[in-house]
């Protein structure tokens, strides 16, 4: 049986919600680190939901945590090779906290392939597979946390403007019995960074589908490997309006 994601009916964003995300807007910066080092090319791999045409530094791993609504927990980890390829895994369960059975998902899988990088090209191309989702499941689909599927993104960055990276792509959840108004998408979003310890992503999202996003987070670097966040997913969407809370433990073999 097929999974229908209904669209929502959707209501203007509250005003102090707003100023909330234009205050985080102000104070967005960046730091990406390699045994107390910067790296020299740009190793965040997504901004929110959606990738970028970054992967991974060589030996570089995450081990990353989501805790979203109705009790929802998603783990993955990635690992990078060679600056150019990474892949990874995930788990995801829901009502792991609070009432209702714990339902467990298969895990899914995650390749990535940096086809051009911005050091000897204009911008940085990536091609990936990401099967990785999180909350409900059905019919190879989740819900709210779509997978993406095959993909291709485009990324460049502006390291003279304070390392805004501007990035875009498409993606196809599924071939099988496909259906471009909830399987095709589009996805674009800034990365902006003046300092650290604080990053900033914005994305629009699943452009194309009835139930596109608009999303943001916010990301802490507490200490070098360590960093914390919180996802606003929907924003655009007063009825669906999440916070999703995220850490993350970034290493080098």
Not at 38 to 52: H, K, L, Q, R, W
Not at 77 to 94: H, L, P, R, Y
Not at 139 to 162: D, M, T
Not at 182 to 198: E, H
Request: hydrophobic share 45%.
């Amino acid at each position: 049986m097929d999974f229908k994601i209904e669209p929502n009916w959707r209501r203007p964003i509250k005003s102090n919600r707003f100023s909330l995300i234009l205050l985080f807007l102000i104070l967005t910066t960046q730091s990406v680190l390699a045994k107390g080092e910067a790296v020299s090319s740009p190793t965040n791999y997504e901004m929110v939901e959606a990738p970028t045409a970054y992967t991974l530094a060589h030996g570089g791993y995450d081990l990353a945590a989501k805790m979203y609504e109705n009790g929802g927990l998603f783990l993955r980890a990635n690992i990078g090779f060679q600056d150019f390829f990474m892949f990874g895994f995930s788990g995801n369960a829901t009502n792991v906290v609070g009432n209702g059975t714990i339902q467990i998902q298969t895990p899914r899988l995650f390749l990535k392939f940096k086809i051009l990088n911005q050091k000897n090209s204009p911008i940085a191309l990536a091609a990936g597979w990401d099967d990785r989702g999180y909350g409900a499941e059905a019919g190879g689909r989740f819900f709210p946390g779509l997978q993406k599927g095959f993909y291709g993104v485009v990324s460049h960055e502006f390291s003279e403007l304070g390392f805004l990276q501007v990035h875009g792509g498409v993606n196809a959840v599924k071939f099988d019995n496909f259906d471009s108004s909830r399987d095709l998408g589009i996805f674009t979003g800034l990365s902006f960074a003046v300092a650290p310890p604080l990053a900033i992503n914005l994305e629009v999202d699943k452009l194309l589908t009835s139930f596109w996003q608009f999303n943001a987070n916010i990301v802490f670097n507490v200490d070098n490997p360590l960093r914390i966040g919180v996802d606003f997913r929907d924003i655009n969407n007063g009825a669906a309006f999440s916070r999703v809370a995220r850490v993350e433990y970034v290493g080098f073999f």
